[in-house]
């Protein structure tokens, strides 16, 4: 049987008041009472009803956090990050796959799950400022992802042009000049292009150039897409000394086809990622990445969307988590 505040109340000889302050972490409750209620939790095994606590609250005790794509390592990493800052706060986390596709942002946005969830944390790629100024629904939502949209809502990002030229800026003090940009994605992508930039802004302030013949474009985001954009550069007789990808994905796809036509990582070819997902960290040779700060984000993301949630009155803010670049063999080589 479900152990009641009743049943601890009893075997702690307070009263059920007492029980609910400890539960609740109320600051009133003195040190002693609260250790002595707590080891009669401890012992009987005592699991607060998470959902009855909600529906008191008005709440389903469920936020969303709706991602382009659940198969990218990053986003199922992130997704986790989520979900371990959300249980937190005693929420479950609902996950929604968007395909980066409008429609299907535009219909997460727009609030049909409204009725089953408190909140939502949403990643587009393809929501224009208009499809969220127009937005009726009333459930909270957080931003993520490096567009900037004009739009009251509360955004958490990382400085995508900054680090794109921390990359950059690490393979030109590795001596590299002529640097290649994989993933400069067809389409309409604001991320892409953002990386982009700072790659471009980096070679500039060096006094390099920005060559196009060294940005090779995908249709994704995938090991293939890198694959092929590495090959097809090859093919036109251009030969980089370096590569900064889009993402690792596709800088792991890059550094096979090296391998392939026989170039040396990072000896002749050296290649920075985007991400600093688990799969680069133990190829035959791990791939040196910039590491955005995932459990920073999902922690300010989930804040955010609780502070809304709690009834706070502010301005929306645009918020940035960190970055570093982790070195590894793809451009020190090894030992």
Avoid at 126 to 147: I, T, Y
Avoid at 166 to 184: D, K, N, S, W, Y
Avoid at 284 to 289: G, H, M, N, P, Q
């Amino acid at each position: 049987m479900r152990v009641s505040l009743k049943d601890v109340a009893a075997h702690a000889g307070v009263s059920i008041k007492t029980v609910s302050n400890v539960v609740n972490d109320y600051a009133h409750v003195t040190p002693g009472m609260r250790a002595r209620v707590q080891a009669s939790i401890d012992e009987l095994g005592y699991r607060p009803n998470l959902t009855a606590r909600h529906l008191r609250k008005g709440r389903t005790g469920t936020i969303a956090l709706a991602l382009p794509e659940l198969g990218n390592p990053y986003f199922a990493e992130l997704a986790t990050a989520v979900i371990d800052a959300a249980a937190e706060h005693d929420y479950t986390v609902l996950l929604d796959h968007t395909g980066g596709r409008r429609e299907r942002e535009l219909l997460v946005s727009q609030g049909f799950r409204a009725r089953v969830i408190d909140g939502l944390i949403l990643s587009p790629i393809e929501l224009e400022a208009e499809d969220l100024a127009d937005r009726a629904e009333q459930v909270p939502l957080v931003l993520l992802g490096e567009r900037r949209y004009e739009a009251p809502y509360d955004h958490i990002a990382v400085d995508n042009v900054a680090a794109a030229r921390t990359a950059v800026r690490h393979l030109c003090e590795a001596g590299r000049r002529r640097i290649a940009f994989l993933g400069a994605r067809r389409g309409h992508n604001r991320p892409a292009q953002l990386r982009l930039q700072g790659w471009r802004e980096e070679l500039a302030a060096r006094g390099l150039p920005a060559d196009d013949s060294l940005v090779g474009p995908t249709d994704g985001w995938g090991h293939a897409d890198g694959a092929a954009a590495m090959a097809a550069l090859l093919d036109t007789g251009e030969r980089p000394d370096a590569v900064f990808a889009y993402n690792d994905l596709i800088a792991i796809g890059a550094m096979r086809v090296l391998s392939e036509r026989g170039l040396r990582v990072p000896e002749q070819v050296a290649v920075v990622g985007f991400d600093d997902v688990v799969e680069g960290r133990f190829g035959a040779v791990t791939l040196t990445s910039i590491s955005p700060d995932k459990a920073a984000i999902a922690r300010m993301a989930v804040t955010s969307l609780l502070s809304r949630l709690n009834g706070e009155e502010r301005a929306a803010e645009y918020l940035e988590a960190g970055y570093a670049l982790i070195e590894r063999e793809s451009t020190r080589g090894r030992g």
